[in-house]
């Protein structure tokens, strides 16, 4: 018997209030990201394993995230803007 998870899973920033807040969620394939911000900013994300290493560094485009080709583990997302950063915690189940 296989199991599933889920498919897709969100993970919600605010931008007006910095709070370091840490979600384990499981994920499969995509991570829909949902970014809250009162003024126009680039942002950037990196996506780091749980030994430090950078897997994944590109400007925030598409609110998801192809997470598809990362191997079963715990992972950080951090969303960059020029002044604020927030981390949220993710993991691959599949």
Known sequence: MKKTLFLL???LFSIT?????TI???AQQKLN???NSTQQTIFNYL???MYGRIVRKEIFTNPSVDVSQLSNGVYN???NSKNQQLVKRF???K
Not at 17 to 21: C, E, F, N, P, V
């Open 33 to 35: 990201i949902s970014v």
């Open 91 to 93: 993991v691959i189940v």
């Open 9 to 11: 899973t969100t993970i």
């Open 24 to 26: 384990v969620t499981p």
């Open 77 to 79: 997302f951090q969303l």
């Open 47 to 49: 996506i780091i394993d």
């Open 17 to 21: 209030a910095i709070a370091q807040t």
